[in-house]
């Protein structure tokens, strides 16, 4: 993931984002945001969250014409352990995760610290 300073903001449309998270990606952001549509439109409240049954979430988008393998790699190589959804494998269901803005925001954090650190020691 390349992150552009000078493309990022606080009001940054999903488009914005995921051009933030695939930025050479195509086939992965588009895959990306027709997820996210689905989460909108389709997904089921449980315990307060939203949840997508796998297999459903992987037939709707090959109907929209993407690679089957292809949206099983982005959700599992990148979207997993990006935190940026939950796949509960026993339960054959996805979740939006918080864990993603969680973690940028720790890492910005601490880099605001070592850079003020720096600083310090001048």
Known sequence: ???RYEDVSTKMSKEKILEQIFPT???YRSITSDLFDM???????????HELVVSSVVSKLQELGHNRHTVYK???EYLVP??????KKFEGSVQVSKKFGNSLRNLSISWKNFVDSLSERS
């Open 1 to 3: 993931m390349e992150i």
């Open 25 to 27: 990606q195509e086939k």
């Open 74 to 76: 982005v959700m599992n």
């Open 39 to 49: 989460f909108s439109k389709e997904s089921e409240k449980i315990e307060g969250r």
């Open 82 to 87: 990006m935190g940026i959804i939950n796949w």
